[in-house]
């Protein structure tokens, strides 16, 4: 069983950051592309930032680019990621996901989210 913890969220405020944290057990980490998304109120999840599980390819919303970076510690099993320059429109629950690496559409596991709020 997949299993998809995030930690780091809080209140901040504009122009500031914060580091998220999703902690991966239940599968072999290094076979899975792992991903972050966004949901905010009254909106529909939308994708953030995700590496494939070979470490190809790294992607970002371009609403999140140079400003966000996603990383991983595979010694630990977590995906990090990092938000600099933080705006009031960051404000959203961030989810974790994985999928495994054979998959290119479909994310197949989901953490409970953590709370980001940035205040202006």
């Known amino acids: 069983q997949v299993q998809l913890v995030e930690s780091g969220g809080g209140l901040v405020q504009a122009g500031g950051s914060l580091r998220l944290s999703c902690a991966a057990s239940?599968?072999?980490?290094?076979?899975?592309?792992m991903g972050w998304f966004r949901q905010a109120p009254g909106r529909e999840r939308e994708f953030v930032a995700a590496f494939r599980w070979n470490g190809s390819t790294t992607a970002y919303a371009d609403s999140v680019k140079g400003r966000f970076t996603i990383s991983r510690d595979s010694a630990k099993n977590t995906v990090s990621l990092e938000m600099n320059n933080l705006k009031p429109e960051d404000t959203a629950v961030y989810y974790c996901?994985?999928?495994?690496?054979?998959?290119?559409?479909?994310?197949?596991?989901w953490g409970q989210g953590t709370q980001v709020t940035v205040s202006s």
């Open positions: 239940g599968h072999t980490f290094s076979t899975y592309s």
């Open positions: 996901a994985a999928r495994p690496g054979y998959k290119d559409v479909t994310w197949d596991y």
